[in-house]
T-cell receptor, first 113, second 113 residues
Framework: DQQVKQNSPSLSVQEGRISILNCDYTNSMFDYFLWYKKYPAEGPTFLISISSIKDKNEDGRFTVFLNKSAKHLSLHIVPSQPGDSAVYFCAASSGSNTGKLIFGQGTTLQVKP | KAGVTQTPRYLIKTRGQQVTLSCSPISGHRSVSWYQQTPGQGLQFLFEYFSETQRNKGNFPGRFSGRQFSNSRSEMNVSTLELGDSALYLC????????????FGEGSRLTVL
C-alpha cells in the first residue's frame, strides 16, 4: 500500500521553463509535506516543506502547492536550470516533529540546456 | 558545521552474516532516523531514535535493529543477511523539535552476495 505516489518516473524540460513535479497521497493523517532532491551517490537534500494549514509555500525558485481536498501536492521550479537535474522525492508525515517520513518513488528531472 | 557522517560507505557481506552501520548526526541534533533505499521499493523508513529511545519503527523484520548512544550517535544492525538486504542505508538527523527537516548522510552501500 503506497501512501505517497509520484506517478511520473521522469520529466524532461528545457532550461528556463517551468518544471512541475506532482505527488499524491492517500493517508488523511498526513499533515506535513516535504520535497527532497537527490543526486547520485549523495543523500537526499531538503528543498522545501509545507504544513497542511497552508496551501502554498515559496522559497526562491521553488514553490510547493498543496490541495488537501484532492490529496495532491506539486513542486514548481521556475526557471529550471541544468543544475536542477536530479531525482526529486515527495515525502509526508503525521506531524512535523518526527523522523518518520513516507517517501514517494521519486521523479527524475532532466533540464536540458 | 559538519554534516551527517555514515560509516562505512561501502561494504560487501555474504548471506547469513551480520552487519553494523554507524551514523554520527549533526552536532546538537537529538533525533536519528534510518532509511533503506532500493531500486524497487524506494526510500523506506526503518526506525527513529530520540534521546536514546526508539520513537518510531517501520515495517521491517526483527533482524533489523538499532540503538542510539548518549552522544546521539546511532548504529543499526542487520543480522542473518539476505540477498534482498542489498541496499543503500541512509541515516538522517534532526533537532527533533518543530520543523521536521531531516538532514541526510551520504549513505552506506551494502551488497550481500
Amino acid at each position: 500500500d503506497q501512501q505517497v505516489k509520484q506517478n511520473s518516473p521522469s520529466l524532461s524540460v528545457q532550461e528556463g521553463r517551468i518544471s512541475i513535479l506532482n505527488c499524491d497521497y492517500t493517508n488523511s493523517m498526513f499533515d506535513y509535506f516535504l520535497w527532497y532532491k537527490k543526486y547520485p551517490a549523495e543523500g537526499p537534500t531538503f528543498l522545501i516543506s509545507i504544513s497542511s494549514i497552508k496551501d502554498k509555500n515559496e522559497d526562491g525558485r521553488f514553490t510547493v502547492f498543496l490541495n488537501k481536498s484532492a490529496k495532491h501536492l506539486s513542486l514548481h521550479i521556475v526557471p529550471s536550470q541544468p543544475g536542477d537535474s536530479a531525482v526529486y522525492f515527495c515525502a509526508a508525515s503525521s506531524g512535523s516533529n518526527t523522523g518518520k517520513l513516507i517517501f514517494g518513488q521519486g521523479t527524475t528531472l532532466q533540464v536540458k540546456p | 558545521k559538519a554534516g551527517v557522517t555514515q560509516t562505512p560507505r561501502y561494504l560487501i557481506k555474504t548471506r547469513g552474516q551480520q552487519v553494523t552501520l554507524s551514523c554520527s548526526p549533526i552536532s546538537g541534533h537529538r533525533s536519528v532516523s534510518w532509511y533503506q533505499q532500493t531500486p524497487g521499493q524506494g526510500l523506506q523508513f526503518l526506525f527513529e531514535y530520540f534521546s536514546e529511545t526508539q520513537r518510531n519503527k517501520g515495517n521491517f523484520p526483527g533482524r533489523f535493529s538499532g540503538r542510539q548512544f548518549s552522544n546521539s550517535r546511532s548504529e543499526m544492525n542487520v543480522s542473518t543477511l539476505e540477498l534482498g538486504d542489498s541496499a543503500l542505508y541512509l541515516c538522517a538527523s534532526s533537532q527533533g523539535a518543530l520543523g521536521g527537516e531531516l538532514f541526510f548522510g551520504e549513505g552506506s552501500r551494502l551488497t550481500v552476495l
